[in-house]
């Protein structure tokens, strides 16, 4: 997204951006156990996007458009477009092993460490679906955030649109 | 086979404007090769055929509503592609001299042979929705041809009448195909015409299909379209009004009339009734035209009416008579107007008013006028005379009582006519006296170029293959009586014959020429009676106030339907709903069994805060309030879901809810803190109660619907298969993300494309320096 | 069957349909919520009674309530928020456009409407004349 470059708001403080530093990475790391806890307890794709998203509005209430941009990782429409592909391909996946289109899974691996980890091939999908939901609240965040952060005494377009 | 001659038209037509820019003129003669192919292989076809044995060939198209490529040659549909092809690759010929080299004359030529095979089509059919479809066909392309001319406010106007009144026509002939179709219980052609079904409905069909085909083929009261379609190029008028396009009207009553005239009591007096009045009417405006294209135009119409009749009484020697007539109609009516295209090129007028001694200058062209106009006229020992024979004979046998009578008297007159007009086309035309400054214009004849021979060569094999058939009837016998014996076996039987003896159709045939000869002598006189008469009610006016009308209805209607006003039409729906489903509700439902307030104290508590919440964010009048109560209501709502037991629609709604919250803030900062009154439309008493009555609707639709469940929830499955099969204890997850993720692939394919459409409306908005 | 439900929804669909109705895009943005929070409800109370959320091995006991329409209203919320910032973008919009967020008659439709009153009276001056 855009960084607008002249933002209004007063210089922050230590205190708030350490504080939010530490609740920020808290709320994502909930969010992606939402995620990959989705499939047996409440959570899932939908929330754990929405909960990240949140982070996100937390970072923009304190830095605004700005500092969004600079903490997300990638811009808002890779993540979506990744989503979206991620999601598709799962389906397909289905459709070439076999089965129906957007058909899954279970899958069973042992991970070193971890010992057995059971998932689904639903996990992917829903993955596509957390990131699909990140993004659009980052673009809600750099679109209609971003204009609010001009002066309000100065809305940008209005004044030919008011000559007119 | 058919399908490919077919499909080689479509080809050429496709391929013609890139071949007209290099080939100039020439492109004529590539795009000859489809009819000159089709006729060819109708040729080599044509001793089976005649015979009696059809070419069938059938490609499914869309089973499901009964339509399929069938196409089917039989001997009549034979006759009719001798004219369509046959014709139609001497009329490509003549059109390679007619142009001269201009702009667009390749995406003409490609029109023109799209046209040439849609009337192919329409002839080869036998599915009537396949008529239908290539009957539409003609129309367009008959359409874009008319307004070739485009820079000439006339040939627009008339392209624009003739694709109205043929395609209304067109539009009525569908509805009466799916009667009639709907009631045999098949949509084909032969199908229907070997069995053909009866009844009241069939009756209606009948008359909607010949609405079409009258509209077509110009009959009286829609034959106004004809004469002004001559603002087309000459070629085009030729293969229009020869063999294509207004043929197809009398192609297909010849087809439908030997099935269905007898059994429907209106049949006969309609259809011959219209053909007897288009004869008259035709004719006797011919006699008054100057420019000789429009005389022919008239004349059209006038023979057209003849061809109903004949073809029309279902009757077999009509019937024969009528396939005569159309082989001989389309023979000298395409050499006639060719004839005219060449006087009109080379002397650049056709007011025959100012022509004078053109025929001393080129007599060949004067010969082939002649001999079209005197076979026209039905002067013996040419084909219009052996079909005229024909004709007065059958209808002398016809035994229709009085209606026959009428009807013979009617087409005696009308042939009366026609030799007046005819003999005023060749003298006006080539002769030398008429054209003697009338008008105030100098005479234009004697100092006009002579056409090259290759031009006319097209005009006089057309005249010549006249006179070989009409002195030895042999020659076209067996594809007449083929082509009538495909329509009904009875009228296969009658052959074309030179001399019938002594008999009273000799005589009529005499009383006609010699009263023809009459009306040409006084055609002073009848001029100036016909311009007494010159102030009667025209269908063209009755047709341009009909079109006036329809535009001035549209805009009322659209004025009051379409006002532009959203909450009125929001208003109209929402009235609706509660008008038809609501009443519905009201008058055929009774409240179900088990109905409980509520299933806890805290959720009547929390449904009385949501509920309160709601009416604060209907009434609030800053837009902070009304966002903040519908917060409220969100996370009101968040907790009803908790005690509904659903977790997940409640951590989801929370989330939402406060997102949304947040972007709303971010919007509002920009408007104005109070909401400003505004004038309305919709009062607020009417919004109050439509809003009311919506939500009473709602209430009693939601308690009906609950207890309306008869079958076992498809979740039970989902309950068990989700832990064995899915891999999940969520249910709901699992519902999400595999048993109904297709939905969810949807979904989120939504949400891509409203973030696109968030950051393109705001990014719009910016001036182009700010866009980074 | 749960009335005091049934009732909310009712009220949720009345106080959004009012608010469809005005002219101020923001009130509209406002009453298609509301209404999005009725429809959510209704596919809820069409699945029948509450119960215990539907996880399987999950704490809690007796019936499970409906999952489908819970899977259902929680596709439909997220769409309504999609749709919601949809909405405001386009509020900012009309905005920026003309400094106001009032949904205005169609000028197109308008325009053929005054077209209809002067053919109209068009021809009631030609017959006056006539």
């Known amino acids: ?164 | 086979m058919l399908a490919l001659l077919l499909g080689l038209h479509a080809v050429l037509a496709l391929a013609a404007p890139a071949l007209g820019r290099r080939l100039g003129p020439r492109v004529f003669l590539v795009c000859a090769l489809a009819p000159g192919a089709t006729a060819a292989w109708a040729a080599t076809q044509a001793a089976g055929v005649l015979d009696g044995s059809a070419t069938t060939q059938v490609i499914s198209w869309v089973p499901g509503l009964g339509l399929d490529l069938a196409l089917r040659l039989d001997g009549f549909a034979l006759l009719m592609v001798a004219l369509v092809s046959g014709i139609g690759a001497v009329i490509f010929a003549y059109s390679r001299w007619y142009f001269s080299p201009r702009p667009g004359l390749g995406r003409f030529a490609g029109v023109l042979t799209a046209f040439a095979g849609s009337m192919l089509g329409v002839v080869l059919a036998d599915n009537l929705l396949l008529i239908y479809v290539f009957w539409e066909l003609t129309s367009i392309t008959s359409y874009l041809l008319i307004g070739f001319e485009d820079e000439k406010g006339s040939a627009r106007a008339a392209a624009l009448q003739a694709i109205l009144v043929t395609g209304a026509g067109g539009l009525a002939m569908l509805a009466g195909f799916v009667l009639v179709g709907q009631a045999a219980g098949t949509y084909s052609l032969s199908g229907i015409l070997a069995d053909p079904p009866g009844g009241g409905v069939v009756g209606a069909g009948l008359v909607l299909v010949l609405l079409g085909a009258c509209t077509k083929s110009a009959q009286v009261p829609f034959h106004f379209w004809l004469p002004a379609a001559m603002a087309a190029p000459t070629p085009v008028s030729a293969y229009l009004h020869s063999a294509t396009m207004v043929k197809a009207g009398v192609y297909l009553i010849a087809r439908l009339a030997p099935a269905f005239a007898a059994g429907h009591a209106f049949w006969r007096p309609l259809v011959m009734g219209l053909g007897v009045a288009t004869m008259l009417v035709g004719g006797w405006r011919a006699l008054r035209q100057h420019d000789l294209k429009l005389l022919l135009a008239y004349g059209t119409v006038s023979q057209l009416g003849f061809m109903v009749v004949l073809v029309g009484a279902g009757i077999p020697e009509l019937t024969f008579a009528g396939a005569a007539l159309i082989v001989a109609h389309g023979l000298f009516k395409a050499a006639l107007f060719m004839v005219v295209g060449i006087v009109d090129h080379q002397a650049h007028t056709r007011d025959l008013r100012v022509l004078s001694g053109l025929g001393r200058r080129m007599p060949g062209v004067a010969a082939v006028a002649a001999v079209a106009a005197a076979s026209m006229a039905g002067v013996p020992l040419l084909l219009g005379f052996l079909s005229k024979e024909a004709a007065y004979e059958a209808l002398l046998h016809a035994h229709l009582g009085v209606g026959g009578a009428l009807a013979l008297a009617g087409v005696v007159a009308g042939s009366v006519l026609t030799f007046a007009y005819g003999a005023r086309f060749v003298l006006g035309g080539f002769g030398a006296g008429s054209g003697q400054g009338a008008g105030g214009h100098d005479p234009v004849g004697p100092d006009v170029p002579r056409p090259a021979p290759a031009f006319v060569v097209p005009a006089a094999l057309l005249a010549v293959l006249t006179v070989v058939a009409g002195v030895a009837p042999a020659v076209v016998d067996p594809l007449v009586g083929g082509g009538a014996g495909a329509l009904d076996p009875a009228a296969g039987k009658a052959h074309l014959a030179l001399w019938h003896g002594f008999t009273l159709t000799l005589g009529l045939s005499v009383l006609t020429l010699a009263a023809g000869a009459l009306l040409v002598v006084g055609a002073g006189a009848v001029e100036r009676f016909q311009g007494r008469l010159a102030g009667a009610p025209s269908a063209v006016g009755v047709y341009s106030s009909a079109l006036a009308g329809l535009s001035r209805l549209a805009d009322r209607v659209t004025a009051v339907l379409q006002n532009g006003s959203l909450p009125v039409y929001l208003g109209v729906i929402l009235l609706t709903v509660l008008a038809l489903p609501g009443l519905t509700l009201l008058t055929r439902t009774r409240l179900p069994g088990g109905i409980v307030v509520g299933e806890s104290p805290l959720q009547v508590v929390v449904a009385g805060v949501v509920l309160v919440a709601a009416v604060g964010a209907a009434f609030a009048h800053r837009r902070f309030a009304a966002v903040l109560f519908l917060g409220g209501v969100g996370y009101g709502v968040a907790v009803l879901f908790v005690i509904q037991g659903a977790p997940d629609l409640a951590l989801t709604q929370l989330l939402v809810e406060t997102l949304a919250v947040v972007i709303f803030v971010l919007v509002l900062r920009h408007l104005p803190e109070r909401f400003e009154p505004s004038v309305w439309r919709l009062g607020q008493a009417t919004r109050v109660a439509v809003a009311g009555g919506v939500g009473v609707f709602v209430a009693a639709f939601s308690l009906v619907a609950a207890g309306a469940r008869t079958a076992e929830p498809v979740s039970g499955a989902y309950l068990e298969q989700a832990v064995p099969e899915a891999g999940g204890h969520n249910v709901v997850n699992v519902i999400l993300v595999d048993f109904r993720a297709f939905d969810t692939l949807g979904e989120i394919t939504v949400l891509t494309v409203a973030a696109l459409g968030i950051v393109s409306l705001v990014q719009a908005g910016r001036r182009p320096q700010d866009r980074a | 069957m749960i009335l005091v439900l049934a009732v909310l929804v009712g009220v949720l669909y009345a106080v959004g349909t009012y608010l469809l109705l005005q002219r101020t895009l923001t009130r509209v943005v406002i009453g298609l919520a509301i209404m999005g929070h009725g429809a959510n409800l209704l596919l809820l109370l069409a699945g029948g009674r509450a119960g215990r959320a539907p996880i399987v091995d999950g704490p809690g006991g007796g019936a499970f309530a409906d999952p489908l329409p819970q899977a259902l209203a929680l596709t439909a919320i997220v769409i309504t928020f999609g749709i919601t910032a949809f909405l405001l973008a386009l509020a900012y919009r009309s905005w920026l456009l003309r400094s106001d967020d009032e949904v205005e008659d169609d000028v197109e439709d308008r325009r053929i409407a005054r077209l209809a009153r002067r053919h109209d009276e068009a021809r009631r001056h030609d017959e006056d004349d006539s």
């Open chain 1, 1 to 164: 997204m855009r960084v607008t470059g002249r933002s209004t708001r007063p210089p922050q403080s230590l205190i708030l951006d350490t504080c939010l530093g530490a609740v920020f990475h808290t709320v994502l790391v909930f969010s992606l156990f939402l995620l990959f806890a989705g499939h047996n307890a409440p959570g899932g794709g939908f929330i754990g996007g929405l909960v990240a998203g949140a982070a996100f509005v937390l970072h923009y209430v304190a830095g605004g458009t700005g500092q969004v941009t600079r903490i997300a990782p990638v811009a808002p429409f890779v993540l979506m477009g990744s989503g979206l592909t991620l999601a598709v391909l799962v389906g397909m996946g289905a459709l070439l092993a076999g089965g129906q289109l957007l058909e899954s899974g279970v899958l069973s691996l042992d991970v070193p460490v971890l010992g057995t980890v059971k998932t689904t091939s639903a996990l992917p999908f829903d993955v596509g679906v957390y990131l699909i939901v990140v993004g659009l609240v980052l673009a809600v965040l750099g679109s209609l955030g971003g204009e609010a952060d001009r002066p309000a005494d100065e809305p940008e377009g209005t004044g030919e649109a008011r000559a007119r």
